[in-house]
């Protein structure tokens, strides 16, 4: 009521008073909208909350509204700006002030001081990265219209003590598609959840995107980091709906040692005042210290540029609609046992929209509250933890990344992600000698002095996760996510550790990264060859397959002008199409083209042109989404297969279809249901038994069919592959005890032995590099493993099978990350290749292209997408190049 009124009154003086732009009345949100926010069944859409953000920032001087451009569906991603006109007025400044705070090199404390009093905290928040956790962004209308308009002293201090920054989704596209979705299935039968990803590639892995950068929202919202360099971000979600009512900080184990102490108590600070602000107000079902933890980068870009992640989690309802206790009305949601860091259940059976609305208000006035009040100590804590960044004294000092690469495109890559997170890189202008190592002028020197060498560290560094278990030898406690993001390992780039002190004085600081200048080689007199240990190779293969040149493999080492290159080098028949695609290659990834002039003594393949590539994309299947993303930035012939195709003769469309990861058998046949789902999710319905025997038929025709992950059971299946799994089923210990982390009270004898364990580790591999499938690998790299599988071969009599990729067999099979079980693993198989009849089938137990970031092994993938259709050519064929 009371801020009813006082936009009334705001109102009527506005109208007393002579026009001006600032003030017109402003609507509240029931008056835009037409309901009031977090009604029952209702929910704003975002085209409308950006009309409604636009109205605040027409009419509020408090309110900057700005589109930071579009989204990868083409919706405005915005942000909008809050804070009071004189701060806005001086936006620029305060912004220059959060700059040089956060690089803290060549600034006298005295000054650092001066500059924290004359500065203002700036809040990042946003909401709904992920689209169906649909209450924040209603929330977000609220808190909004709060800003632009209450007058009272809380909504003032904030005003006048930080800038706002609000990004108002994430995740628009989601929000469009969800929202839409949910009208649609109004009064129908069909299921009102959007049963597909919510981000065209990523799905719900949107936020796990935070160090590769590989989605255009994702590159936005950094964007805004490196513009604004704010002090703290909350990222707003929601959770499960059995638990308890909300998650505020602080997090639980693990952390990433390279976290600055100061943020995760900063965290925990922010976390403290919320909960106490959420008490106070009579809302229950706090808790703190569950289930999120601090290791991966990949979900908190932030805690590595100088600010505490604020993450809120708050149980759903059933979209808009309310939440009821299954067991009864009466029998209250989630845990009843309060605890110091629970500190009241939440008694009702009912949770609806609106509660969620007002628990995601209270959390973030609260957390603006604690910066405002505390505006001095925020931005001297932000200034404190640059600082030790900078003055960093302890090895290791440096990485180098030496300039002879296998893979100049992937380190090109590499550097640009480094680059993408204001890392800064020094070029060597000639040879050096670091940590005994020597090497050679163009490498690359990453000096971990610096404002944000905590996220460099972190990236480059091999990872060593704590062995959390309930109880001394017991199961082990889940992390959050994923326990290794070594990027070199994942990409495929050498990177060396420099335990002494580095003197950069005579490095060249980037200011922008290039891929290495390559020239194309005078022309060949028989052909051009490209060595098999890049990915941009790929790339080119694409372009020269769609532009009509014939691409062949030898499958020997051959020589190229003296130089040899490893098996699996493409030879291409130097025409002008050829020189072309093959110079814009070579100019956008660095990628390094010979020549041949004379003719060599090898046998080899013929690629196929075109190879025509079917994806099996389920609905909502994330790998599936990623590998979408993957093929298309390779520009690979390809199409996202359906139910549909089946209406057909597959063999007519597909050369190759390939199965990620989470593609069951019970996916492919009965699909979507159409009680469930209209007609417009026909293409999702299941291809049932008749199309899962023509898949097999198609196979053995002669069709290529590559599985990923979980999919291998679906091809093992399919055609009876002969090998079986070795490790227990998925991939995993079976159960987790319940209970709280740390506090089970179960004291049953289990032998560590017994227990594998892997929930995303780089583990070591052996790879056949003479093998067509291996082209190109190194014989030894690790491969990204989550909850996967490893296979033993059995005995066949009209299946051949080969193995590719191995575990290896010794002891410790972890390269970065957590594995428990290694004996379980090794001397297994990863990936196989088999001949079925007249079709080839290629497993891959492991996800080979886990998120887009196993780069390094995306060879294998992408060989045994090509090689099952190539044709063996013997050495006189191949001399014809045709
Ligand atoms: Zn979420």
């Known amino acids: 009521m009371a801020t009813v009124r006082l936009v009334y009154l705001a109102a009527v003086l506005a109208l007393a008073l002579p026009a001006a732009a600032e003030s017109q009345p402003i609507d509240t949100p029931s008056e835009f909208f037409g309901f009031e926010i977090g009604t029952d069944g209702e929910l704003a859409r975002y085209p409308k909350v950006l009309e409604y953000l636009i109205h605040l920032a027409d009419r509020s001087e408090r309110v900057n509204y700005e589109v930071r451009g579009t989204t990868t569906n083409g919706h405005p991603y915005v942000l909008v700006t809050f804070s009071a006109k004189a701060n806005l007025d001086r936006l620029d400044r305060l912004v220059e002030i959060n700059h040089q705070l956060s690089d803290p090199r060549g600034l006298p404390e005295t000054e650092a001081g001066a500059l924290t009093r004359e500065g203002v905290p700036f809040y990042f928040l946003y909401a709904t990265i992920h689209s ?38 994430q995740n628009p596209d989601g929000q469009v598609l969800v929202i839409d979705h949910w009208y649609e299935t109004r009064d129908t039968p069909f299921q009102r959840t959007y049963p597909d990803l919510y981000h065209r590639y990523a799905g719900h892995d949107n936020n796990r995107d935070w160090f590769m950068f590989t989605q255009k929202e994702t590159r936005m919202a950094v964007d805004i980091h490196s513009e604004y360099r704010p002090t703290v971000t909350h990222d707003m979600h929601q959770m499960g709906s059995d638990g308890a009512r909300m998650f505020v900080p602080p997090f639980r184990e693990p952390a990433d040692p390279n976290i600055h102490p100061l943020l995760i108590a900063e965290q925990a600070q922010i976390g403290m005042a919320m909960s106490s602000a959420l008490v106070a107000a009579g809302k229950t079902g706090i808790i703190q210290n569950d289930r999120y933890d601090l290791w991966t980068p990949a979900r908190q870009y932030m805690l590595y540029h100088g600010q505490p992640r604020i993450l809120t989690e708050i149980a759903s309802a059933r979209l808009a609609d309310p939440l009821v206790n299954p067991a009864g009305a009466n029998r209250p949601l989630g845990p009843q046992d309060s605890r110091t860091d629970f500190p009241v259940p939440y008694d009702s059976g009912v949770w609806r929209l609106s509660d969620i609305v007002e628990y995601g208000e209270i959390a973030v006035f609260a957390g603006l509250k604690q910066l405002a009040q505390h505006r001095t100590d925020w931005l001297e804590n932000f200034y404190r933890v640059h600082k030790d960044w900078v003055e960093r004294d302890a090895a290791p000092y440096a990485f180098v990344i030496p300039a002879d690469q296998p893979d100049p495109f ?30 050679s002028t163009g490498s690359w020197v990453i000096d971990l002095a610096q404002p944000y060498g905590a996220f460099a560290k972190t990236m480059l560094e091999e990872q060593t996760y704590p062995d959390l278990r309930y109880y001394p030898g017991g199961p082990p406690i889940p992390p959050y996510d994923v326990t290794a993001h070594t990027l070199g390992l994942l990409m495929g780039v050498h990177v060396d550790t420099i335990d002494d002190p580095l003197d950069i004085a005579g490095f060249e600081l980037l200011d922008a990264i290039r891929p290495t200048m390559t020239e194309l080689p005078e022309r060949p007199e028989w052909a051009y060859a490209i060595s098999p240990t890049s990915n941009a190779g790929y790339k080119a293969v694409a372009q020269l397959q769609a532009a009509g040149v014939p691409v062949f493999r030898a499958n020997e080492t051959v020589n190229a002008r003296g130089e040899p290159l490893a098996p699996g080098a493409w030879i291409i028949p130097p025409t002008r199409d050829a020189s072309r695609v093959l110079g814009e290659v070579a100019k956008e990834t660095g990628l390094v083209v010979s020549a041949m002039d004379r003719v060599p003594e090898v046998n080899g393949y013929a690629w196929r042109s075109p190879t025509r590539v079917g994806l099996w994309r389920a609905p909502n299947n994330m790998p599936a989404g990623w590998m979408r993303w993957l093929f298309e930035q390779y520009e690979l012939d390809h199409q996202v297969m359906s139910s549909l195709d089946f209406d057909g003769d597959l063999a007519e469309k597909y050369d190759v279809i390939v199965l990620p990861s989470g593609t069951t058998r019970s996916r492919i046949v009965n699909g979507l249901s159409s009680r469930r789902h209209d007609a417009s999710w026909r293409w999702a319905y299941g291809v049932g038994e008749e199309g899962w025997e023509k898949l097999r038929q198609w196979v053995k025709a002669g069709g290529t069919l590559v599985a990923l992950g979980t999919a291998v059971e679906t091809a093992r299946d399919l055609l009876s592959l002969p090998i079986e799994p070795v490790l227990p089923p998925g991939g995993q210990v079976a159960a987790t005890p ?17 227990i594998f364990y892997c929930p995303g580790a780089l583990l070591h591999q052996e790879h056949d590099a003479a093998h067509p499938i291996g082209f190109g690998m190194a014989e030894r790299w690790p491969v990204f493993f989550r909850f996967d599988q490893a296979y033993r071969l059995t005995p066949s009599v009209d299946i051949e099978a080969e193995v590719v990729s191995r575990y290896p067999d010794e002891a410790d099979l972890s390269a970065s990350g957590w594995l428990l079980g290694d004996e379980l693993l090794r001397n297994q198989a990863n990936v196989i290749s088999f001949d079925v009849e007249q079709g080839t089938v290629v497993t891959m137990g492991s996800q080979i292209a886990f998120r887009t970031q196993a780069r390094a092994t995306f060879k294998l993938l992408f060989n045994a997408i090509f090689q099952g259709p190539a044709t063996p050519v013997d050495a006189d064929t191949l001399a014809t190049l045709q």
Do not use: C, K, M
Request: zero cysteines.
């Open 410 to 439: 992937e380190t090109y890559e590499l550097l640009n992600i480094l680059d993408v997170a204001e890392v800064e890189i020094h070029q060597a202008r000639s040879a050096f000698t670091a940590g005994g190592t020597s090497y």
């Open 132 to 169: 169906t956790e649909v209450g924040n962004g209603q929330s977000i209308i609220r808190i909004a219209h709060r800003l632009a308009t209450e007058d009272s002293p809380e909504i003032n201090e904030i005003l006048d003590n930080t800038v706002v920054l609000l990004t108002p989704s």
């Open 738 to 754: 319940p209970g709280r982390t740390g506090t089970v009270d179960v004291q049953e004898t289990v032998e560590p032995t017994s």
